[in-house]
Nanobody
Framework: VQLQASGGGLVQAGGSLRLSCAAS????????IGWFRQPPGKEREFVGT????????YLADSVKGRFTVSRDNAENTVYLQMNNLKPDDTAVYYC?????????????????WGQGTQVTVSS
């Protein structure tokens, strides 16, 4: 299983970005996918997750109302739409495959990780 996150960049506060997580493997659609981020000098933290079918999502309180997670199983891709970005959202963003078809917020719930993509929000 390989995951590849993309779509990061530099954006001004209040702007938007959409991250993509492209996955390999025939069983992609049977697993939840989560997004995490690691701000500079801090621990990696949970951002959001989408279940195997895309019908259920769970977001961290810090991003609720601004970020959404979705997936397109036909394209083996999961998206993180980020709106109204704030400087505190600056981080390296990672996607990861959950161990089951529903994901939670704990890092140990995920077994395969992609490389990160940098998001920088300027004030």
């Amino acid at each position: 299983v390989q995951l590849q996150a993309s779509g990061g960049g530099l954006v001004q506060a209040g702007g938007s970005l959409r991250l993509s997580c492209a996955a390999s493997g025939r069983t992609f659609s049977t697993y939840a996918i989560g997004w995490f981020r690691q701000p500079p000098g801090k621990e990696r933290e949970f951002v959001g997750t989408v279940n195997w079918s895309g019908t259920s999502t769970y977001l961290a309180d810090s991003v609720k109302g601004r970020f959404t997670v979705s997936r397109d199983n036909a394209e083996n891709t999961v998206y993180l739409q980020m709106n109204n970005l704030k400087p505190d959202d600056t981080a390296v963003y990672y996607c990861a495959r959950a161990r089951g078809n529903y994901g939670r917020s704990g890092r140990t719930e995920y077994d395969y990780w992609g490389q990160g993509t940098q998001v920088t929000v300027s004030s």
